[in-house]
C-alpha cells in the first residue's frame, strides 16, 4: 500500500494559537485528500474533502474559517487549526485515495491538545 | 439518510472465530471497506468488495450481499493482537466514504 506521512505526530498548544498540521504522500499521487477528526471512543467524522484543482468541501458544521485546508499539490495538504480552543483537542488523521477509489490510505494522525 | 450499523462490542476467545456484522443503507454504492483501528492509531486498510461474494486473505474474509445491504468481516484463529476496533465504510454514489461507529473486539485468553 501507499505510505502517507503526517507531521507533527502530536502538538501541545495554548487556547488561541493555530496549528498547522501536514499529511504527505510519500509514493503516488494523491488527487482526493480527506480530513478526519476522532474524538476517544468515537468513529471517524469527516471535516473535508479537497479535490485536485478545487477548494476543499466542508462538511457541515466544520467551519471552513477555523479550519483551513490548503491541498497544495498532489502529494502534500495541510490543515490549520486557526485560533485553537481547548475543545478543539482531538485525534486528526488525514488520508489519500488514488484515481481509483478502492483504498483510502491513511496517515498515523496527529494527537493536538489544547490548553 | 445514510446509514452504517455494526455492533458496539464483541468479545471472543484466543484461538476462535468471530464474525462482525455490517448493515448499510447509503445513497449509491461503489463499494465497501474494512478497516483495523488500534487505540490511539489511524486505520488500517484490510479489504475492499465491490462485488457480491466472499473475498479471502490471510486469517480475514469479508463478505459482501449488494441485495442485502450486508456485509461481515469474518477473522480465524484469533490472536491477542486482533484485539481493536473494526470499522466498516461504504462508498456512496458522490465518493464519499460513509463510516459506521466501528466495532470494538475484546480477545480474551
Known amino acids: 500500500g501507499a505510505v502517507v506521512s503526517q507531521h507533527p505526530s502530536w502538538v501541545i498548544c495554548k487556547s488561541g494559537t493555530s496549528v498547522k498540521i501536514e499529511c504527505r504522500s510519500l509514493?503516488?499521487?494523491?488527487?482526493?485528500m480527506f480530513w478526519y477528526r476522532q474524538f476517544p471512543k468515537q468513529s471517524l467524522m469527516l471535516m473535508a474533502t479537497?479535490?485536485?484543482?478545487?477548494?476543499?468541501?466542508?462538511e457541515q458544521g466544520v467551519e471552513k474559517d477555523k479550519f483551513l485546508i490548503n491541498h497544495a499539490s498532489l502529494t502534500l495538504s495541510t490543515l490549520t487549526v486557526t485560533s485553537a480552543h481547548p475543545e478543539d483537542s482531538s485525534f486528526y488523521i488525514c488520508?489519500?485515495?488514488?484515481?481509483?477509489?478502492?483504498?483510502?490510505?491513511f496517515g498515523p494522525g496527529t494527537r493536538l491538545t489544547v490548553l | 439518510g445514510q446509514n452504517i450499523d455494526q455492533p458496539t462490542e464483541m468479545t471472543a476467545t484466543e484461538g476462535a472465530i468471530v464474525q462482525i456484522n455490517c448493515t448499510y443503507q447509503?445513497?449509491?454504492?461503489?463499494?465497501l471497506f474494512w478497516y483495523q483501528q488500534h487505540a490511539g492509531e489511524a486505520p488500517t486498510f484490510l479489504s475492499y468488495?465491490?462485488l457480491d461474494g466472499l473475498e479471502e486473505k490471510g486469517r480475514f474474509s469479508s463478505f459482501l450481499s449488494r441485495s442485502k445491504g450486508y456485509s461481515y468481516l469474518l477473522l480465524k484463529e484469533l490472536q491477542m493482537k486482533d484485539s481493536a476496533s473494526y470499522l466498516c465504510?461504504?462508498?456512496?454514489?458522490?465518493?464519499?466514504?460513509?463510516w459506521g461507529a466501528g466495532t470494538k473486539l475484546i480477545i480474551k485468553p
Open positions: 488520508s489519500l485515495a488514488p484515481r481509483d477509489y478502492n483504498e483510502q490510505f
Open positions: 509514493d503516488f499521487q494523491a488527487t482526493t
Open positions: 479537497s479535490n485536485e484543482g478545487s477548494k476543499a468541501t466542508y
Open positions: 447509503t445513497s449509491g454504492f461503489n463499494g
Open positions: 468488495n465491490v
Open positions: 465504510a461504504v462508498l456512496d454514489s458522490n465518493y464519499q466514504l460513509i
